[in-house]
Structures are given as C-alpha cells and as structure tokens.
C-alpha cells in the first residue's frame, strides 16, 4: 500500500492550486453557488476555458482527446482541489458524457465531441429521470420515432438539473418499445436549442434550479445516437461504475472555516473551541473526511489498475453523501443561533455558509443513485448477497 | 497511490492466515480464555519459529528487520482468529518500546531474547485514575544511591502474570511529564501480580510494587524523558489494536453474510430482505472504512513520517465502526449468535476490550482536535 502521491502529480497539483488561487474570483464562486456547482454558468465557462486549456478538466484523458494521459489519481486529487475552493464541479460532458463516447462511440463521434468536451466548450445535461422513472430507469418512456433520416422525439423529462445552462442533452430515450426492459433504451445527443423543446424551470429548497423538459416532435439527427441502439441501460450502468465520484472538499472546506470560527468566536468568556463538545464534533468530521478520502482514492486505484469499480463506486457515494449531510448538521450545531442567517442577514456568520449547506445536503443521498439503491448494489454486487 | 498489497505484504497476511487457521480455532481461543496462563507453550514457540515475534525489529538485534506496517499484516490475523496470548504485549507494548527507549546494550540483550520467544514482556502504564495522560502515572520511583526504589499499583497489565520482564513507566519528579521507564524482573521481590476477571478475553493484571529495588542500568532512556517515547507506543498501540479490530471486523462480516445466505424465513432467504441487506451494506462499508484508516496510520508509522493525527484519527474511527460492524452482525445473526455457544461473541467482547485500550473514541477525537489547532 502506499497513500502518497508521486512526484508528478506532486508537481502537476500545485501547479493546479496556484491557478485556482489565482484565477478565480468572487463573481465566479458567486455563479457557482446560485447554480448549485454545475457547469454552465458565464463566470463558469470564462474561468473553465483557461483551467481546461491546461488539459486539467480531463487530465487522464489521451492526448488526442485533449488530456495529459496522466492517472485517474491525479484527476480525482484536481477534483478534490477544485472542490475545496468552491468551482464548477459537475460537469455532465466532461465527466459523464466524455468517457462513454470514449467507450463507445464511432470514430467520428469521438473525432466531433471529445476535444470540445475537453476544452470545456461544450456541456451537455444529463437527461434520465422522468416522473414515473426516478430510481427504477427502465421505466422510461420518452419515445423516439426512427423515421428514416432521422429520429422523432416525444415525451417528458424532469431534475435534468443542467437544463437551462447546458448546449445539449444526454438523453436516455426508449426506441424499442416491445423490448424486454433495459434492451430497448437508447442513448442520443440532442441540441438543447432544437425546436420542440420546452425547458421549465423547478426550483429546489437549496435555491438553485432543476427542470423539467417536455419534447414535441423533436428532430434528433440519426449521427447523435452514441454506440448501438438499444444499448444504452448497458452504456449508462458502465458510466456509473467509472465516474461515479464524489470529492467532498467543498463540504471539507465547511469543515474548515466552522473550526477557525470556533477558534476566533467567544462564548462565555473563552473561545468556542475550548468547549468539549465543540471538539469532538468538529474531530469527528474530520476523521469522517479521511474516512471518505480512502473510500475515494481507492476508486482511481482501481482505475490506474485497469479494475473497474462496482461497489466500490456505490459505497463511496454512499458515504460521501451521508458525511456531506453530518457536516451540514454539524455546522449547524456549531454555530448555533448564528447558523440560520442568510448570507445578507445583519449577524450572519460564515457569509450564511452553513444553513445553505444544510439545504442543499438533503439533496446528496437522492440524486444520482438514492442512499438506498447504492446500498442495494454494495449488498448484492460486493457481498454477493440473493437477489431471490 | 495504492490501495492493495504487494506481493510481500500479501505472502505474509496468506501465512498468517494458513498458521492460525490450523493452529487457533475458536474451541482453543475458549480454552485460552478459560486457562489462567492464557496461551500454551506449543502456540508460542511456533509462533516464534515463524518469525513473528522479532518482525519489527532490526537485524542487529536478532529482529527480521521488517516494517510496521508488516506487523499490523500479522495483528490483523490475529484479530480475525481472535489469536490468546501475550504476542501484543511482548511484541507492540514491550518491544517497540525498548526498541524507542532502550540503550544498544538492553535493546541486544532484551530484544534478542524476545525476537526467538525466550522472553515475555509487557508495559504497566495505568493506574487508579485509569488515565492515559502523564499525570495518571504516580507509581514513584525513588533514587536511592545507584538504585531505583518503585512503590505503588499498576492497573490494567495485559499479561502481566506471565511475563518475564515489566516495562513500568514511573514518576521520577513532580513535574506533569517527568516520567521514566523502568526494565523490572516480574520476579522480583516486591511485585505482587494478581490476575483481574474481565469479561474481555484478554489477561489483565493487577500489579503492586512493593519497594522493588531496580539497579539504574535498567532505566530505559533518561531519567523523566520517557512520556514522548510513551506517548508513540501509545499511538502505535492503537493502531495495532485497530489492526485486530480489522481482522476481526472481517470476520464478524463472514459470520452475518454466510448466515444470509442460508438461513430461511417467511420462505425465502433473509439474505433478500431490504432491510437485512441494508444493514449488511453497512458493515461492508465499516469494514473497508476500518481497514483504509488502519493501513493508512499503519503506513505512515512504517515511513517514518509523522503519525500522531492518523494514528488517532485511526483509533477513534475504527473503535466505534468496530463496535458498530459486530452490532449489525448480532441483529443480522439474530437470537442464535447470542447464544454462548456462537463464535460472535467472542468478538463481540473483545471489540468492547479493543475499544477501551489505548484510548477510545472519545480521547483520540481530542486529539485531533488538538491537532487541527482548536
């Protein structure tokens, strides 16, 4: 075992931290938080063009693809970097989309797609859940019509949370509707501008939005299918065993800035970090922290060891998310009454970090895979437990 | 990075396994349990030819020259077969503290003596306030013309009754960390060694110091330098607890996912429920959490690289998941596995035992807090 980095990625990561101290900027953290981190937003894209430029959005990409070829473990520590200072974080294209076109895609799909995507051009929206398939996907029923040149789109989406923001669609789509469930749903790109298409924004209690996105007679060029028709429940499922990942920096960044405040805050006299229980909550996050870092770092193992996590994707999702939520309530607790201004309140604390966190932490253990479906996969796929 | 063994690390974790799996079943670990000494002779002595009792220490002085990290491979399997005897108090709490503390002349003389299992050893450190800290320790030693008189009880010895040797950490000032260690005969007049019932497992003692008279060449170290040599046996010792707790959570995860798959209700395999394989998820998830925080204080003891905040950030988070992992087994294993006659319980005892030595979770957590300077 060895839980060092080399002395290329070493390099390479401080490299990484000196641009995002650098570049960054108010405006920018400003934008991320309003979109809840995803990728999209102005500010975003100014700031993701320059950082992509060095091939850091997909490091362990070849580079005819536009990546440096370097290890996963270096593009997962960039993630934890970027986490921590509060970037765009999610990017569907680059993280999502990328791979599997990689994977799975013609030649010229790849020659298209993957060194825009890389350069941080392009976005796209991830389009799976619709009201009747949230957890259970091959219950969709968007439906795409071949006809001929081309496909015909019809049907409803909804929590594409990029929507509004992204250049083009991920869609998961049903083109064989007779077919045995999970073998007749199709993967397509679709231009998130085609006529037809009706994005409605659902705002979330966090703040920031998601959608729901209806399609009327929607022309799909036939060139936007990725990979074999009616594979695409095999093409999503391999997506998430390679790029479920979940950095946790930016709620160890929460961690971070609620121990100086407890540090510099004087209650009853002394600073608030002299209080035991003060203590041991903020220890307990960030013995939690490593915990989950291990849980994260083993995922680029297996990566740079040509393994393909399963569980192992699950678990730390799993646990991140729980964590996620536990730091939220902790900060909480920490701050006390302090911790429900908002940010522009008059006493606010911390900018009104903490009751943000906290709303947006009931989101972690539901969106992409509830707490529940990953511990379904963890006790069937890592213990081999009976399905029947 | 690299989450998996080499192949060195992996020829020691298969022969340990091999060994014990043939050498210490449960009816033995029961026995051992039961037996006043704790351990036989037989089990020592191969244990010994293996090698396992000089592997941290330096060829020089009889050792395989081997790493920590190599070490908590063995503790581990020992953990997963819950191994009796005094191999933790000889090797981890005597030796790597005479390793620390000792001149070249004890460490040869003492060292050598141990790596081929001719000696038994153990550290007394505890006392009436059951403190870790340095002010816990008040057992006096009292300089008197070329030698050391030490007065007092020592709690909590692991092994203490068949040991050769006591390190003793004694109080040689008034000062909060004047503290020195002690080289004592456990046969020495004076020492009064009275075995404690403890729900455990484990052989804790009792030891009473009567006016024991020990020459100054059996100070190990300075006079009143010892706590920060103290303190990292502290630290090494809690991740080799958490070592055991590994092995251990391994198995106490075998015992509830082999019990699924097998055991029928309402006519189906329980291992199908939701709910049981929930919580079988959460004990897989403890148990790999378990095993990276382990490895990871592991490792960076063996490299020689600063320790403190994982060692405890170890200890604290395997202690409770420990706990936790063996809980979640007794709910999945349901009323069979609290019967005594069940392997569980074994573990289920000595997870608690785990938990409390070298500080719990409480106590380590303070020391990260410590470390991230609150």
Redesign the interface.
């Known amino acids: 075992?060895?839980?060092?980095?080399s002395a290329e990625e070493q390099e390479l990561l401080k490299e990484v931290r000196s641009f995002l101290k650098t570049e960054t900027s108010e405006a920018l953290f400003t934008e991320c938080g309003e979109l809840g981190h995803i990728y999209g937003g102005k500010e975003g894209r100014k700031f993701i063009k320059k950082f992509a430029s060095h091939g850091w959005l997909t490091p362990n990409w070849p580079v005819e693809y536009g990546g440096l070829g370097t290890s996963a473990?270096l593009a997962f520590a960039i993630r934890e970097e970027m986490a921590y200072v509060g970037t765009p974080l999610v990017f569907v294209a680059a993280h999502m989309a990328g791979p599997t076109i990689m994977h799975f895609g013609s030649q010229e799909m790849k020659d298209k797609w993957l060194l825009p995507i890389a350069r941080g051009e392009v976005e796209f929206c991830l389009g799976y859940t619709e009201p009747q398939a949230g957890s259970d996907l091959a219950a969709l029923s968007i439906r795409a019509v071949d006809k001929g040149d081309y496909f015909q789109l019809n049907g409803q989406k909804t929590f594409n949370t990029h929507a509004h923001v992204a250049d083009y669609h991920w869609l998961g789509t049903i083109t064989d509707p007779d077919a045995k469930k999970y073998r007749g749903m199709s993967l397509m790109i679709v231009d998130l501008k085609s006529p037809g298409i009706d994005i409605r924004p659902m705002v979330t209690m966090a703040g920031w939005q998601t959608n729901e996105l209806f399609y009327d007679d929607v022309v799909v060029p036939k060139e936007n299918l990725v990979g074999d028709l009616n594979a695409g429940f095999f093409y999503v499922m391999h997506a998430l065993d390679y790029e479920r990942m979940f950095p946790l920096a930016t709620y160890g960044s929460l961690v971070d800035e609620v121990?100086e405040y407890?540090?510099t805050k004087i209650v009853d006299g002394e600073p608030l970090?002299r209080n035991?229980i003060?203590?041991?909550k903020?220890?307990?996050m960030?013995?939690?922290l490593?915990?989950n870092r291990?849980?994260y770092?083993?995922l680029?193992?297996?990566l740079?060891?040509g393994q393909v996590p399963n569980?192992?994707a699950s678990?730390q999702k799993?646990?991140a998310t729980e964590v996620a939520q536990r730091i939220a309530n902790t900060g909480m607790e920490v701050l006390g009454m302090f911790s429900q201004l908002t940010t522009d309140s008059k006493w606010a604390a911390l900018a009104g970090k903490t009751e943000k966190f906290y709303r947006t932490s009931v989101v972690e253990t539901i969106y992409a895979g509830t707490s529940?479906v990953?511990?379904?996969i963890?006790?069937?796929r890592?213990?081999e437990?009976?399905?029947? | 990075m690299n989450y998996e063994l080499n192949e060195e690390q992996r020829i020691i974790k298969e022969s340990a396994n091999r060994f014990l799996a043939e050498s210490c079943s449960t009816d033995f670990v029961r026995e051992m349990a039961e037996d006043e000494k704790g351990f036989t002779q037989e089990f020592w002595s191969k244990m010994a030819e293996l090698g396992w009792m000089g592997l941290p220490f330096p060829e020089e002085v009889g050792g395989a020259g081997m790493s920590f990290f190599d070490l908590a491979i063995i503790l581990t399997e020992m953990g997963y077969f819950c191994a009796p005897g005094p191999f933790f108090s000889t090797v981890v709490l005597g030796g790597l503290t005479v390793l620390e503390a000792g001149n070249d002349e004890q460490k040869t003389r003492i060292l050598s003596e141990l790596a081929v299992g001719n000696r038994i050893l153990t550290l007394a450190w505890l006392e009436e306030g059951g403190s870790w800290g340095p002010k816990g320790i008040n057992l006096r030693a009292e300089s008197q013309g070329g030698e050391f008189a030490l007065s007092g009880t020592k709690l909590f010895v692991p092994d203490a009754h068949v040991a050769d040797t006591i390190i003793v950490a004694a109080r040689t000032g008034d000062a909060p960390e004047e503290i020195s260690l002690f080289e004592v005969d456990a046969k020495a007049s004076g020492v009064g060694i009275t075995l404690l019932d403890s729900f455990g497992g484990d052989k804790l003692c009792e030891v009473i110091f009567d006016n024991v008279k020990v020459p100054t060449e059996n100070l190990l170290g300075e006079t009143g330098g010892a706590w920060p040599v103290l303190n990292n046996t502290l630290l090494k010792a809690a991740v080799g607890k958490a070592a055991q707790m590994d092995g251990a959570s391994q198995m106490a995860l075998k015992f509830a996912v082999d019990y699924v798959k097998e055991r029928v209700q309402f006519g189906k395999l329980i291992g199908t429920f939701q709910a049981v394989q929930f919580h079988c998820a959460d004990m897989l998830t403890y148990a790999d959490t378990i095993h990276f925080m382990m490895s990871h204080a592991a490792w960076k003891i063996a490299e020689g690289l600063p320790f403190e905040e994982e060692a405890s950030m170890c200890k604290a988070w395997v202690s409770e998941s420990h706990r936790k992992l063996v809980a979640l087994s007794h709910q999945v294993l349901g009323g069979v596995a609290f019967m005594e006659e069940h392997d569980l319980q074994l573990y289920f005892r000595r997870a608690k035992a785990a938990e409390l030595a070298f500080g719990d979770a409480s106590f380590h957590r303070e020391r990260v807090a410590q470390s991230m300077g609150l």
């Open positions: 075992m060895d839980f060092s980095f473990t121990a407890a540090r970090a035991p003060v203590r041991q903020l220890a307990q960030k013995i939690e490593a915990a291990h849980l770092y083993r680029a193992h297996m740079d060891h569980y192992q678990m799993l646990f529940e990953q511990r379904g963890i006790a069937l890592g213990l437990l009976p399905r029947k």
